[in-house]
């Protein structure tokens, strides 16, 4: 990606994730006030992960879990018994991922690109695939599109943690990095498009 490249995709994200706020503000609020009384916590779920350049910040989502004492993984499937009613309405419409508006505002993420990993995840990439990390983490992508239904592939999966290590994770960094190789302006406003629709 060319400096101006990098400028012009700023401003793009800069603009839209402000005018993104103005617009749906409103339901971004009413789904976390929502989620508090349905999961009896913050209706807005902070997490760790790692942005452009290794750099750690706070992803902002609207919460769709409850706590469950002794249930720990890094994947959630489609049969995740910590998901919320409510919560699989926020996850399924993708209303759960609008407070990431704010990170793009921010400038912690971008519309488009790989999606932000966990520490554990982005410490794997080695040599030529720490390129992922050269670009701002996006809300949607090429991979994000084709797992659109990673939850459901993984619940399928006898050892859900495993598939996610072995196939999906390499396959969304093939894509990622190919992403990144082909950037243009208009790619990343058909995967929008596509993301929407």
Same mark, same amino acid.
């Given at each position: 990606?060319?400096?101006?490249?990098?400028?012009?995709?700023?401003?793009?994200?800069?603009?839209?994730?402000?005018?993104?706020?103005?617009?749906?503000?409103?339901?971004?609020?009413?789904?976390?006030?929502?989620?508090?009384?349905?999961? %009896? *916590?913050?209706?807005?779920? =902070?997490?760790? #992960?790692? @942005?452009?350049? &290794?750099?750690?910040?706070?992803?902002? +989502?609207?919460?769709?879990?409850?706590?469950?004492?002794?249930?720990?993984?890094?994947?959630?499937?489609?049969?995740?018994?910590?998901?919320?009613?409510?919560?699989?309405?926020?996850?399924?419409?993708?209303?759960?991922?609008?407070?990431?508006?704010?990170?793009?505002?921010?400038?912690?993420?971008?519309?488009?690109?790989?999606?932000?990993?966990?520490?554990?995840?982005?410490?794997?990439?080695? %040599? *030529?695939?720490?390129?992922? =990390?050269?670009? #701002?983490? @996006?809300?949607? &992508?090429?991979?994000?599109?084709?797992? +659109?239904?990673?939850?459901?592939?993984?619940?399928?999966?006898?050892?859900?943690?495993?598939?996610?290590?072995?196939?999906?994770?390499?396959?969304?960094?093939?894509?990622?990095?190919?992403?990144?190789?082909?950037?243009?302006?208009?790619?990343?406003?058909?995967?929008?498009?596509?993301?929407?629709?």
């Amino acid at each position: 990606m060319t400096r101006f490249q990098s400028i012009q995709k700023r401003a793009f994200d800069l603009v839209f994730a402000g005018v993104g706020l103005l617009l749906l503000g409103w339901l971004i609020l009413l789904a976390a006030v929502i989620s508090h009384l349905d999961t %009896g *916590r913050n209706g807005f779920f =902070l997490q760790d #992960r790692v @942005g452009k350049d &290794g750099r750690l910040f706070k992803i902002i +989502k609207i919460r769709s879990m409850r706590r469950m004492e002794g249930y720990y993984t890094d994947v959630t499937t489609d049969d995740d018994p910590r998901v919320t009613k409510i919560g699989r309405f926020w996850r399924k419409t993708k209303i759960d991922e609008l407070p990431q508006l704010w990170n793009v505002f921010k400038g912690d993420m971008s519309f488009v690109g790989p999606r932000p990993d966990i520490s554990g995840f982005a410490d794997c990439l080695k %040599g *030529r695939d720490r390129l992922l =990390l050269s670009v #701002r983490p @996006g809300i949607t &992508g090429p991979a994000t599109l084709k797992f +659109k239904d990673e939850e459901q592939i993984l619940a399928r999966q006898p050892d859900p943690e495993k598939y996610n290590r072995e196939i999906i994770w390499p396959e969304k960094v093939r894509l990622n990095l190919e992403y990144i190789d082909r950037y243009t302006l208009w790619n990343d406003l058909k995967y929008i498009f596509k993301t929407i629709h």
